[in-house]
């Protein structure tokens, strides 16, 4: 089992000036730690879950993730997850290029349907309902499909999107993996079997993950995808890792191992986030030793 790191958190002890220079740190922490994940949220407020108010700090995502492109090497680099809502597809499928080639091949797409109607309504983005969010969702995934395909510029024709070429140069050094974030049983975890090469499940209980893992493997057997293709990553939050409950972490991520949980990605929340990665840094080699 792997670990990465998802920072959310940008209320960096010694304030706005402190931020580049943490984040640098947290790049280099987690390199340092053996990560092979390192993510940021796609928010323009910041959200309850966090236990910050919305006026707290937040960094748009891909500016972020391109700062830390130049402060790392190894590491894949993601949002976790973008909101189909933000960009055009053809723009998102740019972007994503764009980090690709800037780290050396290690960009992956995580995307998702969009949830948050306050930043909507606030920075005036669209925010259609649920059912058209996941229409969207997936004509998105066909085009970044199409745009990393050297072989067909286009035209895309869809219900929301139409695209009159999908020119994509250069293409990305390595395809980016897309990764679906979510649990939704008829929706996400379709669209997981059909176009994802991972899935990111919030880490609840052994019991719930292994049922949405049951659910995902019926999705592959009804659209001919082989489940096992698909890399299986978590978030745990029952209860959320720590240094100081870094061990019963842990132990508690073997049940998670046994269902074929390959990542689990962890969350620091204080205003030092290189510190905490430094210090979840001896469960690395303990996770690999789960398989």
Not at 42 to 53: L, M, N, S, V
């Amino acid at each position: 089992m792997e670990l990465g790191f998802h920072v959310p958190i940008f209320d960096i002890d010694g304030g706005t000036t402190a931020i580049a220079g943490e984040l640098a740190r947290v790049g280099t922490a987690a390199e340092e730690a053996g990560a092979t994940w390192l993510s940021f949220m796609d928010h323009y407020f910041q959200i309850a879950p966090t236990g910050r108010p919305p006026e707290a700090n937040m960094l748009e995502g891909y500016t972020t993730l391109g700062y830390l492109a130049a402060h790392t090497s190894k590491v894949e680099l993601g949002l976790l997850v973008t909101g189909v809502t933000y960009r055009h597809p053809g723009l998102l499928a740019k972007i994503v290029t764009t980090l690709d080639v800037l780290s050396g091949g290690r960009a992956v797409l995580g995307i998702g349907a969009a949830w948050f109607d306050r930043e909507h309504r606030g920075l005036g983005v669209p925010f259609p309902p649920l059912a058209e969010r996941f229409e969207r969702l997936e004509e998105a995934l066909r085009i970044c499909g199409q745009m990393w395909d050297p072989e067909n510029n286009g035209p895309f024709e869809g219900k929301h999107y139409q695209l009159a070429e999908t020119l994509c140069s250069p293409q990305p050094i390595n395809r980016p993996k897309v990764l679906i974030g979510g649990g939704g049983e008829r929706k996400t975890l379709r669209l997981v079997a059909q176009y994802a090469d991972a899935c990111n499940l919030i880490g609840s209980s052994p019991d719930e993950v292994a049922h949405k893992l049951d659910v995902l493997r019926g999705h592959c057997d009804d659209v001919g995808r082989d489940y096992d293709e698909i890399r299986k990553t978590i978030l745990p939050n029952n209860p959320r890792p720590g240094p100081e409950t870094r061990d019963e972490f842990v132990r508690a991520m073997a049940d998670y191992a046994k269902l074929g949980v390959q990542s689990v990605i962890i969350t620091p929340t204080t205003g030092s986030p290189a510190a905490w990665i430094d210090q979840m840094a001896p469960a690395v080699p303990q996770l690999a030793e789960l398989g």
